[in-house]
């Protein structure tokens, strides 16, 4: 059974650092992953998507890396940003449709 | 381009009701997953619709079904309401199904008391 850990749970850091989401899963028979953002009590806003074949995906401040084999992704946010205060899921699909995600790591940028 | 959208935003149901939930794709997008969330916890894959059948299916009781529309739209049903049904609903659309970019909506607030 695929199981999705994302470490840490929160996190708060000054405005202008870089910082790294960590996120693990338990089985590498995966299609892809993907990263989301999600604002209190809101839906989910797409940030990257990685397919299994790819190792990494940018997409302006934000940087997501993919190691299969080892089971590991992680998100790094590049001078970040009051505005980047959110809540970042990740999500890998094991069956055509079928996305197991993590619980999420609560970020916190302060100005 | 509209993007996902779900309707209602907000729901109160009592223990027992029924309740209908719906969502339409992003344009051009034929494939649509719902999803459920409890508060604190990343979201649980309930089924998945692609040419009007249920593709896939995760871990929820036959209380949950669904429906998809010649238009790509799509519908959740949960019967039986119990408190525990209490979460957001969380609608997403893709092409094809399958490895491709999910695209989600702001959700149903769906309270039971």
């Known amino acids: 059974k695929q199981e999705v850990t994302q470490i840490p749970a929160a996190l708060s850091v000054p405005e202008g650092e870089n910082l790294v989401l960590n996120c693990s899963f338990t089985?590498?028979?995966?299609?892809?992953l993907q990263w989301f953002r999600q604002d209190p009590g809101k839906g989910l806003t797409s940030l990257l998507l990685?397919?299994?074949?790819?190792r990494e995906q940018t997409s302006g401040r934000l940087n997501a890396s993919l190691d299969k084999s080892s089971g590991r992704s992680t998100l790094y946010i590049a001078a970040s940003q009051p505005g980047d205060s959110a809540t970042y899921l990740c999500a890998v699909e094991v069956l055509e449709g079928d996305m197991r995600f993590g619980a999420g790591t609560r970020l916190t940028v302060k100005p | 381009d509209a993007g996902v959208t779900q309707s209602p935003t907000h729901l109160i149901k009592t223990r027992g009701q029924q309740v209908t939930l719906r969502c339409s794709p992003k344009?051009?997008?034929?494939?649509v997953s719902w999803y459920q969330q409890a508060l604190g916890q990343g979201p649980q894959f309930i089924f998945q619709y692609y040419e009007e059948e249920e593709r896939q299916r995760g871990n929820f009781p036959d209380r949950f079904s669904g429906h998809q529309f010649p238009n790509y739209s799509s519908e959740l049903n949960v019967n039986a309401l119990l408190l525990g049904d209490s979460a957001l609903y969380l609608c997403a659309s893709s092409l094809v199904w399958g490895g491709t970019e999910a695209f989600f909506g702001q959700g149903t607030r769906l309270t039971v008391v």
């Open positions: 990685i397919q299994s074949s790819q």
């Open positions: 089985d590498s028979a995966i299609y892809n």
């Open positions: 344009s051009g997008h034929d494939t």
